[in-house]
C-alpha cells in the first residue's frame, strides 16, 4: 500500500515499532506475569499476543528488524509460561476475564509468530495455552448476554483455529466448533467483533453456514445502533464512547464476509468505516484510542488512562489493533476468484497474483475516489476478468483502456472486462457522486448526514459551536441544497455562511490528542 492509506498503515507500524521505550522487553515481561510495569498489565499476555500480531503483518510489509525483535519477545515470555498454560499469576483467577482474554490475544499472536518464523517453541506454547481454554469452556459458555458464551473468552476462537491450520490439531478445532455454536449477541464490541473474526475463519474452514449466520446476526445489530460514520459504540447497544479495536476489527469482519459471499454490501460497509469513523480515530501520532460517541456529535474527549498521558490515544490495545487491521485491509484490495480478479477497493498500491504472472499497479486519490489507474503487467497472454466494484455512494462509473472510453459489461453492482491482457495495457475508472444527504438512523428520519462521494462532512468545534441547533437546507424534492459557491446552505448560528463542513477523517491531522475534536455529523433538514 501506497498514498494516503499507506502513509496510515506505515504511522501506525512506526507508533509501535519504533517505540522501544513504550514497548520494551521488560513491558513484555510484565505482561507475560501479570504484573505492573506494562500499561495493560492486569490483561496478562495481552500485549504479548498484539505485539507478535503487530510484528506479523509488519513482516508481510517487509520490515526487516521482526525476526530479531520476535525472538527476543519470545526468549523473554515463554520461560514465564504457567503451568496451566496460560500467562499471568501461578494461580488464575477463573471469573476475572480481563484474564481470560489477554490470553486470547497471546494464543494468536504466538501462532502469527510461529506462522513467520515456524519457531517450535511458539506453537508448543500456543498447544498448552490452548489448553488452558479447553480447561476453562465449562465456566464460560453460557456466561454471555442471554446464556451465549462469553465474548471475553470466546475471542479465542481465532486463536484455535490458526491451531488448528497451523498444528493439524483436531481437539482445538473441535473446542472451536463447541464456542462458535455458542456465539451471540454480547455486549463488549471488541471482544465480540474478534469472536465474530475468528467466526469466519470457522466458516471458511467447516463450511457450515450456522457460523456465517450468527456473524451476520452481529453485523446487522452494530449497524442497527451504529453511527452514519460507520463507528459504533465500545459496549452494545449503547455507550458514550467508541474504542479502535472494535473499528479494527468491524473493519474486517465486514471484509472476511466479502470474501466468503462475495456480497458487496458488505465492502461498501467496511469501506463506509475505514474512510470514516475508523479514520477519525486515528491520531496524528498514528495511534489510536476511546473518542465520544452518540449519532450527531462524535469524537470528543472521554476515557484517558494513565492520568491522561497519551490523552485519547490508548497505545495498550487501540494502537496495536489500528496497525494490524490497516495491514490486513491490504489483503482485500483484489482478490481472485478463478480467472476473475476482482477489483475491492481502491488505494493506491501495488498487487502481485503470483500463479497469475500478474501485477497490478494502482494509484488513485483514495480516500476520495474520484480517479483510479491501473497499470497491468502480465510476464504471459491470458484471458482473464476484471470485475471492478461499483461503490453504493457512486452514481455514475466510467471506463476508459488505453485511452479510449468502453463500456463494459454490467452484472448487479459490478462491471466486467474480459480481455487478453497485455503488458502495459492501462485502466482508468473514474466514479462520479455529488454532494448528498444520507438521512440517518433510518432512510425517512429527519435528521441527515452530508456526504462527498464516500467521505461523511463534519463541522468541528474548531469552527462553531457544534450544540447549537444546526441544519442543512434541502430542496422541495428532498435533496441537498447547494448555495452559488456549490457548498451546503447550514443554518443555525449567525454567521453560518462561512463555515465550511470537512471529511472526518481529516481530524486525526489535529494534534491536540488530549482535547480531540467534537464533530457533528447530522444535521436537522430544513427545505431552503
Ligand atoms: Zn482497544
Redesign the pocket.
Known amino acids: 500500500m501506497d498514498g494516503e492509506l499507506g502513509a496510515r498503515y506505515q504511522a501506525a507500524t512506526c507508533n509501535i515499532l519504533t517505540r522501544q521505550d513504550r514497548y520494551s522487553l521488560k513491558t513484555f515481561r510484565s505482561s507475560a506475569l501479570g504484573v505492573p510495569g506494562a500499561l495493560w498489565w492486569d490483561w496478562p499476555g495481552d500485549q504479548i499476543g498484539r505485539g507478535l500480531s503487530v510484528l506479523h503483518v509488519a513482516s508481510a510489509s517487509g520490515w526487516a528488524p521482526d525476526e530479531a525483535r520476535r525472538k527476543e519477545i519470545l526468549d523473554v515470555v515463554l520461560p514465564l509460561q504457567g503451568a496451566t498454560g496460560s500467562f499471568g499469576p501461578p494461580k488464575p483467577d477463573p471469573t476475572n476475564v480481563q484474564f481470560i482474554s489477554g490470553n486470547a490475544m497471546a494464543l494468536r499472536g504466538l501462532l502469527d509468530a510461529y506462522e513467520d518464523d515456524r519457531d517450535p517453541r511458539a506453537l508448543a506454547a500456543a498447544r498448552r495455552l490452548a489448553r488452558y481454554f479447553e480447561a476453562a469452556f465449562d465456566y464460560y459458555k453460557d456466561r454471555g448476554a442471554q446464556g451465549s458464551v462469553n465474548e471475553y473468552y470466546g475471542h479465542c476462537l481465532d486463536g484455535l483455529v490458526c491451531l488448528h491450520q497451523l498444528g493439524g490439531d483436531t481437539w482445538a478445532l473441535d473446542l472451536a466448533e463447541r464456542i462458535g455454536a455458542r456465539a451471540g449477541r454480547t455486549h463488549h464490541s ?1 471482544s465480540s467483533l474478534s469472536m465474530y473474526r475468528g467466526m469466519m475463519g470457522l466458516h471458511n474452514l467447516t463450511g457450515n453456514d450456522d457460523y456465517l449466520r450468527r456473524t451476520l446476526d452481529y453485523l446487522d445489530w452494530v449497524r442497527s445502533v451504529g453511527s452514519v460514520t460507520g463507528g459504533m459504540p465500545e459496549v452494545m447497544p449503547e455507550y458514550r464512547e467508541d ?4 473499528l479494527a476489527d468491524y473493519v474486517i469482519v465486514n471484509l472476511k464476509v466479502f470474501a466468503a459471499t462475495g456480497r458487496d454490501e458488505f465492502l461498501d460497509e467496511a469501506e463506509n468505516t475505514l474512510v470514516n469513523h475508523f479514520s477519525m480515530n486515528q491520531f496524528h501520532t498514528g495511534g ?2 476511546h473518542r465520544a460517541f452518540a449519532q450527531q456529535v462524535i469524537g470528543g474527549k472521554d476515557w484517558q488512562g494513565w492520568g491522561g498521558k497519551f490523552g485519547s490515544e ?1 497505545p495498550g ?2 494502537s496495536f ?1 489500528g496497525q494490524w487491521a490497516l495491514g490486513n485491509v491490504s489483503s482485500y484490495i483484489a482478490t481472485r476468484l478463478a480467472d476473475t480478479i476482482e477489483i475491492n477497493l481502491y488505494p493506491t498500491a501495488e498487487i502481485e497474483f503470483p500463479e497469475l504472472g500478474a501485477r497490478i499497479g494502482i494509484r488513485s486519490d483514495f480516500p476520495r475516489m474520484r480517479h483510479t489507474s491501473f497499470a497491468v503487467s502480465i510476464n504471459r497472454d491470458q484471458q482473464l476478468d476484471f470485475s471492478f466494484r461499483v461503490p453504493r455512494w457512486a452514481d455514475g462509473a466510467t471506463v476508459a483502456l488505453n485511452g479510449v472510453d468502453i463500456s463494459p459489461r454490467r452484472v448487479d453492482r459490478r462491471m466486467i472486462l474480459r480481455r487478453e491482457w497485455r503488458s502495459g495495457d492501462q485502466l482508468e475508472v473514474s466514479f462520479s457522486s455529488p454532494l448528498r444527504l444520507v438521512r440517518w438512523p433510518k432512510a425517512d428520519s429527519p435528521t441527515a448526514a452530508v456526504f462527498d462521494g464516500p467521505l461523511c462532512l463534519a463541522l468541528s468545534n474548531a469552527d462553531a459551536n457544534v450544540d447549537a441547533a444546526w441544519g442543512v437546507g434541502v430542496t422541495a424534492e428532498g435533496k441537498l441544497a447547494l448555495d452559488p459557491s456549490g457548498q451546503p446552505v447550514l443554518t443555525g448560528e449567525k454567521g453560518a455562511a462561512g463555515i465550511r463542513l470537512r471529511p472526518l477523517r481529516d481530524d486525526w491531522s489535529s494534534p491536540d490528542v488530549s482535547n480531540p475534536h467534537r464533530l457533528r455529523v447530522l444535521f436537522n433538514t430544513r427545505v431552503a
Open positions: 471488541h474504542e479502535g479495536c472494535a489510536f484510542g490508548n490495545c487501540c489493533w
